[in-house]
């Protein structure tokens, strides 16, 4: 992939020169004579756009979408890394910076400019258009997901800009407004990406429901997120990747390693299995890498460890923890899931954003959220109870005689039944945070948990200093002002 974009610079054809309050940096300048003029030229701003979704989302997955919650604790001093655990947010930092996903935004609004124009002159195709705009629309719809639910109000940015000047009286579009746009170019992505291409480190079909699924879901509209989800769910082409099996024997010297050796476990350390939906490739050939986890992770230090009690609360009978903890004999866990065989070298395992599992719970939500009817509860049960089986085979499942009794579990108790399963399920995979804001446990959980008072208008980040001085309309967050 990158060595299509390289290729494509170093004939010197295109980006957008200007500096701004989006940090959108020149390789080229912009003039007539670089245009794009022919399909490759299309191909290599599309995949300029996956480069910038690896470079915005390869640590920004944890950042935005799990450090702040009550997952981690500082094991190696980070100046930075402490105040995003501890929620202590400040508009300095460099993570409170939306220009990584503004510069995949770019690219996807030059793929979305330029493809038609191509089109019409027979310098393509209308099926390889339809591909490059589909993909295009996914990765403009992710980018502005990930800036609505971490910064809220922002810049809708649907065209090119050539010149800084064009950028002077932009000010923060409601999310409201965004939203609007997020699902027009994800029906668009849907509809105009092939309907064979399955493709597990592009956008598909399957991404572009999944990720639907999940702004509804950030919506509170249930219904949809059914319809979405139903979509990929009959979807043959995904299958759950197995882990239990009772033919292992839990006693066995080797038994951790063979759990560690799974379909599951390959998920996060192999890539491309039948459950991923879409993640983030990485390959040395390309010079890309994923070490960074291991600084995160696995190090002779890491930056996190995840709390005991965090790792403590998954059942004994659960094969998941084994995949994702290691208990220390210094009394501590570590994060293993995405580093197990991890090469310091070399290593390129791809990052996992969406996977068939996120979507059976995700429904399983919706089901519970549309009322509680015995019906939505057995159907809601039936997606927890697969996800638990798959589990720890099952003696994991929750019977209907317990799960129907509102004694036991009262409305709240069972949609937090479900939530509680996500946490197990999808631990570090980059949801938790948004979890706990979409159904509203944010604030209550932080503070049961991990003793934090979080006010709930810091649920959001600030607005990065150097975006409010390049942009006299963009006001900062209340609660950082």
Known sequence: MKKIFLLLLAVSFITISCDDMLNITPSTSWSGLNFPTEETHLDGLLYGGYEQMQN????????????????FYINAFNVTNDKIVNNKLEYGMSQASWAGFYQIIKQANLVLEYTPKLLEKNKT?????NQLMGEAYCMRALSYFYIIRTWGDAPLVKKPFLTKDDLKSLSRDPVDTILVTIHDDLDKGSKLIPSNKVTRTEFTRAAAYTI??????????YEKVIEKADKVLENTEYSLASLYDPNLDINAANFVANVQSTAYAQIFNVGKTKESIFELAFSIQDGDDSRRLSSFFTSSWPYLRPHNNYCDSFDPLDWRAIVANKYNTTGKYTTIKFTIGFNMVEDSRNIVLYRLADLYLLKAEAL????????NRKNAMKLVNDIRRRA???????????FLDRNTYPYEAFKDLILEERKFELCYEGHRWFDLIRCGKAVEILKNRVNID???????WPIYIEEIRRSPNIEQNEYYK
């Open 125 to 129: 195709t209308e099926a390889k258009a």
């Open 368 to 375: 519970a959220n549309i009322g509680d009817t015995d019906d």
């Open 392 to 402: 720890g085979g099952t003696s994991m499942e929750i019977t209907e005689e317990v």
């Open 56 to 71: 915005a989302l390869a640590s920004g997955f944890l950042y935005y979408g799990e450090m702040r919650a009550d997952v």
């Open 212 to 221: 639907d699924a999940h702004v509804y879901a950030w919506e509170h509209n």
């Open 454 to 460: 979080l006010d709930p208008a810091a649920l959001v």
